[in-house]
């Protein structure tokens, strides 16, 4: 089983930066791909990013592409989330996910996803 503890979260005003990290932890698998996902108060879980864990190669969602920045540090087995110029939009409990397999096209929908971390949550003011 993988254990995915998300931190990092927290109040910051809007155009401030904030950075997620995502430790991974149990059963590990040699070929998966990370992301992460946040969810607004009475929306649906949505798509922010995600890498390939062996490539480094990324995939953001057109909301938070060229603010955002997901990376990993294969020693800490971390994965990262760099948020610059933050806006109440924002604003979301922030999760990190891991997809068992690796290949083809950077999985983006919830189900692809099979292990999922607790939340953190990020509050922008204006």
């Known amino acids: 089983q993988v254990q995915l503890v998300e931190s990092g979260g927290g109040l910051v005003q809007a155009g401030d930066s904030l950075r997620l990290s995502c430790v991974v932890s149990g059963r590990t698998f040699s070929n998966y791909d990370m992301g992460w996902f946040r969810q607004a108060p009475g929306k649906e879980r949505e798509f922010a990013a995600t890498?390939?864990?062996?490539?480094?190669?990324?995939y953001y969602a057109d909301s938070v592409k060229g603010r955002f920045t997901i990376s990993r540090d294969n020693a800490k087995n971390t994965m990262y989330l760099q948020m610059n110029s933050l806006n109440p939009e924002d604003t979301a409990v922030y999760y990190c996910?891991?997809?068992?397999?690796?290949?083809?096209?950077?999985?983006?929908?919830?189900?692809?996803?099979?292990?999922w971390g607790q939340g953190t949550q990020v509050t922008v003011s204006s």
């Open positions: 996910a891991a997809a068992r397999s690796a290949y083809g096209s950077l999985p983006q929908r919830v189900s692809q996803f099979q292990y």
């Open positions: 890498i390939r864990w062996t490539t480094g190669s990324t």
